[in-house]
Structures are given as C-alpha cells and as structure tokens.
C-alpha cells in the first residue's frame, strides 16, 4: 500500500525560507513522477514544482528562481522535498505531494490538477505573515 505522508504545517515570515518534506512508501513503480501542487484560500490547486525518476523538472512561473524541487531514495522509501526561498505572502496555500507512474515531470504538469496524480499526500499547511 502507497503511503505519502507530508511534513507539519509551517509558518515563515515573508522573505524567508522553507523545505517541504513528503516521504512515499510502498511504491513499486520505476517510471513515475511525483509533484507539488498547492491550493490558496478560494483558489483552484496548482502545480508548483515536479521531479520524474531521471530527475527532470519543471516548475510554475511564480516557483522558477524561488523554489527548488528534488528527490532522494533511501531503503525503498522516495522521498521528495522542495525548498521554498524568498516566500512571500502569496505563497501562502495548502501544499499537497502526489506521485503518479509512468509520466515525465512535463506529462504530470500538465495532468488536471486535481485528480492528475495516482497517490497523494495529507497536505501541508504553510503560512507566509510578518
């Protein structure tokens, strides 16, 4: 059974940095993609940053130059992070792992947001505010 299980909620002041943590277990697949998404207050969830098993990756407008997205493999245990510097107030969002098989990052990119990846995580409440 494939879990995904995020790291606790955060809050950061505007200028400042934060890493996002999503250990995945049970996953057999070598082909595979796994992703940020995230979710504001009254908006639609959005991709943010993905990472294939060649370690290919693609990131949003608002993430390019900010944010960083990689991956680690330990024991069969994936684990994916990503590393948010100079947040800002808009940043401010739920934050939601998922990892899908057999796409490329770009593929899983351009997956339906909501439902575009296989597995996903309980998500990760992050708050920008001075």
């Known amino acids: 059974q494939v879990h995904l299980v995020q790291s606790g909620g955060v809050s950061v002041q505007p200028g400042g940095s934060q890493q996002l943590t999503c250990r995945v277990s049970g996953y057999t697949y070598k082909t595979y993609s796994m992703g940020w998404l995230r979710q504001a207050p009254g908006k639609e969830r959005e991709g943010v940053a993905f990472?294939?098993?060649?370690?290919?990756?693609?990131?949003s407008d608002s993430a390019k130059g900010r944010f960083t997205v990689s991956q680690d493999n330990a024991e069969n245990i994936l684990y994916l992070y990503l590393q948010m510097n100079n947040l800002k107030p808009e940043d401010t969002a739920m934050y939601y792992c998922g990892i899908v098989a057999g796409v490329t990052a770009i593929q899983a990119r351009d997956r339906d947001p909501d439902y575009g990846m296989d597995h996903w995580g309980n998500g990760t409440l992050v708050t920008i505010s001075a």
């Open positions: 990472i294939d098993n060649k370690g290919l990756t693609t990131y």
